[in-house]
């Protein structure tokens, strides 16, 4: 199966070309798809249920909420785990379930039996909801609303509220991958009717008749329609409220042909929502501000960005003196995190073309196989686009260079040997070029085949991990696996075809440069390595506090360097 690979490779150039320039075209394509983070998400997959009940106590919220919510969620199809929390005024229920489980299809399993428990909640007591599919990393953006010192009298924190609900909220809702954004600190906005109770009393009417007035007089509704010749005319009651003038006119009760108002038993006013807590920042007082949050799967990169480009459009809409103030921003790190993978991808890229380039003693040999590396690296992440995984430092700062280019240097390294053994001095022909190529490669592949196969094993038991340690190593296991895969792959087929392309004809006949050099770096690392013996066994007997495994250490290096420099290296003469 391998020789036959080779074979076609080889005979068929210009097939071989034409897929080798559809695997660059794919992995192009896939880059501009691939998701970027920072860190892996190693959030299991949960559901949370909230319910907020204002006035009951944390006993009647496990009673009348939490329980009968936890009894219905209990029987649902591959759930691990179930925990719950009741606070006075507050519910919250997780459902864990298994990570192989679709989470949408989890949110639906969910939100069905939410109905069925609904129909038994009593009235008032609050209505349970699906948090937003995000996790503990799906915070990307965090921002607050900063007022210029010019206008800081001019709004306060109802107004600033008021303006992170109505107009900043609204705006990043629509971004592509923001799931929800939460508003922090500030007040929260209400139109307020404080009673006067000894007015109340001399009319005759209770609390309750100024809320039944409230709640049946703020209202819109529709009466059909009238026909009158050609047209049609929409009939349509208008009753909703939209200042505290229409609120103060609403009618409570008569008392002697006389409406009695809600200005005549209260006082309408603005107020705002009961507060448990203020947000600050930098000790300059309270502040108001939102956490972004993003859909979990979402490309992280590509949200901030686009939510970044909103905030450009969403400062146009703020009055004058209040601005967008970001201190948090995850593409900061995600930059950082591509920087950093960046940087030690080509230097190991580099280190090892040269490495390549020098002991090969053949630069176009060294390119043949340094150019292994960016094919298997757009292989790698084509399949991490299909497999559905992110490039962050955990999947990308693994890569390495020495195992992905291992079968093709074998197959370079012993088509170079052959050459030079049976056809030193002369030109070949491109079929006779061909013909080597084909029986060289196709003796030497088993071997690199077989070594890369044993590679690729190492990685098998990461792929069991469960758990918080599979989310965080499974995808370095992905990529690396993907690459050397792609790396065989391209050794079987790319390769040979490029060294029987772009290999010299003309076959140098004696020792390469690079064949003479051998002999004086056997040299230089023996030298180094024996005096490096003897540094290490100086310290270890200076440090006596030191255990005693670095003299046994010492003595064997010191040993094996020793015969290695006894063992008749000599310089070379020319």
């Not at 391998?2 to 080889?10: L, M, N």
């Not at 009298?153 to 909220?169: A, G, P, S």
């Not at 491109?430 to 003796?443: F, K, L, P, Q, Y």
């Amino acid at each position: 199966m391998i020789d036959r690979i080779i074979t076609f490779s080889v005979r068929n150039k210009l097939i071989t070309g034409l897929l080798l320039l559809a695997l660059i075209g794919w992995g192009t394509y896939s880059l501009t798809r691939l998701p970027i983070d920072a860190l892996p998400d190693v959030t299991n997959n949960q559901v949370l249920v909230n319910t907020i009940a204002p006035n009951l106590a944390t006993q009647e919220v496990e009673k009348f909420i939490t329980f009968p919510l936890e009894q219905a969620f209990k029987n649902l199809p591959d759930v691990v785990e179930l925990r719950s929390v009741s606070r006075s005024g507050l519910s919250v229920i997780t459902v864990v379930f298994k990570d192989a489980l679709d989470p949408n299809l989890a949110r639906q399993w969910v939100g069905e039996r939410i109905l069925q428990v609904q129909a038994n909640i009593p009235p008032g007591y609050g209505t349970p909801e699906i948090a937003p599919p995000t996790t503990g990393t799906g915070e990307i953006y965090q921002y607050t609303l900063a007022v210029d010192s010019a206008h800081k009298d001019k709004y306060d924190l109802i107004e600033l509220r008021t303006l992170q609900d109505w107009v900043v909220r609204q705006h990043l809702l629509g971004v592509p991958g923001v799931i929800d954004v939460s508003s922090f600190g500030g007040l929260l906005k209400q139109y307020e009717v404080s009673v006067d109770a000894r007015r109340l009393a001399g009319a005759k009417l209770s609390l309750l008749d100024v809320f039944a007035a409230l709640q049946n007089n703020n209202g819109n509704t529709g009466g059909s329609y009238i026909e009158k010749g050609p047209n049609i005319y929409f009939i349509r009651g208008e009753g909703l409220v939209t200042s505290l003038k229409d609120m103060e006119n609403i009618v409570v009760s008569s008392r002697g042909g006389s409406p009695v108002r809600i200005r005549d038993v209260a006082e309408v006013r603005f107020g705002h929502a009961v507060r448990y807590g203020a947000l600050t920042r930098n000790g300059e007082g309270e502040a108001v501000g939102g956490v972004v949050l993003m859909l979990k799967g979402a490309n992280a990169l590509a949200t901030v960005t686009a939510v970044k480009e909103r905030m450009v459009d969403v400062q146009h809409s703020l009055p004058e003196g209040v601005h967008i103030d970001a201190f948090v921003d995850r593409a900061k790190l995600v930059n950082k995190t591509i920087g950093t993978v960046e940087h030690n991808l080509l230097m190991g890229a580099l280190i090892v073309i040269g490495v390549l380039i020098l002991l090969l003693g053949n630069w176009r040999a060294g390119l043949i196989v340094a150019t292994v590396i960016p094919l298997a690296l757009l292989f790698a992440i084509s399949c991490m686009v299909v497999a559905g995984q992110s490039a962050n430092l955990m999947s990308m700062g693994a890569l390495d260079f020495g195992l992905i280019v291992d079968g093709a240097v074998i197959v370079v390294e012993g088509m170079m040997f052959a050459l030079h053994q049976r056809f030193g001095g002369q030109r070949l022909s491109r079929e006779c070029m061909d013909d080597e190529t084909i029986t060289s490669a196709g003796s030497i592949m088993k071997s690199a085949v077989f070594g890369q196969v044993i590679i690729l094993i190492v990685y098998v038991p990461i792929f069991a991990l469960i758990g918080v340690e599979g989310k965080m190593f499974r995808p370095m296991a992905f990529t690396v696996s993907f690459a050397i895969i792609g790396a065989l792959i391209l050794s079987l087929t790319y390769v040979p075809w490029a060294t029987s392309i772009f290999l010299s004809k003309d076959i140098p006949k004696g020792e390469s440069w690079s064949e003479r050099m051998m002999p004086v770096a056997e040299l230089v690392r023996a030298e180094v390595a024996f005096s490096c013996c003897i540094i290490t066994a100086w310290c270890s007997a200076v440090r006596c506090c030191c255990p005693l495994w670095p003299w046994s250490l010492s003595i064997a290096w010191a040993v094996s360097s020793f015969r290695n420099w006894t063992r008749g290296i000599s310089l070379p003469t020319s």
